[in-house]
């Protein structure tokens, strides 16, 4: 028999330990990047550290503090890979310049309404509120199970964005006056901020529609640079104080009648992140859209009864006949943009033909439903 030599015997032993540590760390880094389904690598080693920019006041109820949470959320889903730091209006951007901040990629996420864009693009507007609209379950519909979305993405595209549904008001409320609405000829030079179509309808009726974030809508309204405002509903305009320098609470909110809010995410860094991230960051705004309706509804119902009980707040109701000149209006508004913008008249197509199905259905259940059976 021939003798071993000790010390050969030790240095190839030692050699093929590294050789099989070298192709089990190789099949272990083959076995990461996929699984049985062939799923996409998970670097478990990346973290990704983003910021979020808002056209909401810092810190602001469910809006912004939902936003917080959803930020938790992503990062609970992620182990921890995903960090997002959420800036208000202001804290780093100006609120209405967002969009162009995450489509440069000054920050990777934006949230606000896309009607705030009409400017850069006026298709966007279709993807907040259309006045006479559709409401909340109806504009989720249109955009998760029509071709809402996929047309929101193919406008955001142009300017390095995806989008994301990403909250709903719900029905708003038609907005804090200084002066009775009690005929057509009281919104002539009525200077009121009011976003998107609804500023368009309210310039068709001789009205001023004025632009302006949040955080500067109590001292407008104060010092009369404006007239009224719209905001959201009892619960937020409660937070904003209108009931103390504003006379009149008017409903409906025909110009948004569920307004869909929107997390916009420059798409270069979208692209490059693993899947998983992906799918972590559309979950969570699905998540969003879903608690943010929900929040607002529960503390509408208690803020209203607050205003009537501490405030006394009069509800007052638009007359019809300023409903109905509103909504030719809004009408005239439509077919002026669609024959101005190849892109909007195909947006509006799709959202027309999804809102003549859905009036169809809800005129044998919810309308029937809120007029004869909710009393």
Not at 248 to 276: I, M, Q, R, S
């Amino acid at each position: 028999m021939k003798k071993i030599n000790r010390k050969n015997f030790l240095k190839k032993t030692v050699l093929g330990a590294v050789a099989l540590s070298t192709v089990a760390t190789a099949c272990g880094n083959e076995a990461a990047q996929t699984n049985a389904g062939g799923a996409p690598a998970i670097n478990v080693g990346k973290k990704y550290r983003w910021k979020m920019v808002t056209t909401w006041p810092p810190n602001y109820p469910i809006i912004g503090e939902g936003l917080e949470e959803m930020a938790k959320w992503i990062e609970e889903m992620s182990s921890g890979r995903m960090k997002i730091k959420i800036y208000g209006g202001g804290e780093l951007v100006p609120p209405l310049e967002s969009f162009d901040a995450v489509s440069s990629g000054t920050a990777e996420m934006g949230h606000g309404g896309a009607y705030y864009w009409a400017g850069k693009a006026p298709a966007a507007q279709f993807f907040a509120s259309v006045p006479f609209g559709m409401n909340a379950q109806q504009m989720n519909a249109w955009l998760l199970s029509g071709s809402g979305l996929e047309l929101w993405r193919e406008l955001y595209a142009k300017f390095n964005l995806v989008p994301f549904p990403c909250g709903n008001t719900g029905v708003q409320m038609g907005g804090w006056f200084n002066k009775e609405i009690n005929s057509l000829a009281d919104l002539k030079g009525l200077k009121m901020r009011i976003p998107g179509f609804g500023g368009k309808v309210l310039a068709k009726a001789g009205g001023s529609p004025v632009l302006a974030p949040g955080s500067e809508l109590y001292t407008n309204l104060e010092r009369g640079v404006i007239d009224a405002t719209e905001w959201i509903g009892p619960f937020h305009d409660y937070k904003m104080g209108f009931q103390d320098i504003a006379k009149y609470y008017y409903a409906p909110g025909w110009h948004e009648a569920g307004t869909t809010l929107e997390l916009f995410v420059n798409k270069p860094k979208f692209d490059t992140l693993p899947k998983d991230l992906q799918v972590i960051i559309e979950t969570a705004a699905l998540r969003y859209n879903t608690w943010m309706l929900s929040e607002i509804e529960a503390q509408n119902s208690l803020y209203l009864d607050k205003l009537k009980k501490e405030n006394n707040i009069d509800i007052r109701y638009f007359p019809d006949e300023v409903l109905d000149q509103l909504r030719l209006y809004t009408d005239e508004i439509l077919a002026e943009i669609t024959a101005s913008d190849p892109f909007a008249k195909k947006v509006y197509a799709s959202y027309n033909n999804f809102r003549n199905r859905a009036k169809g259905w809800a005129a044998v259940t919810e309308k029937i439903f809120y007029n004869k059976l909710q009393k």
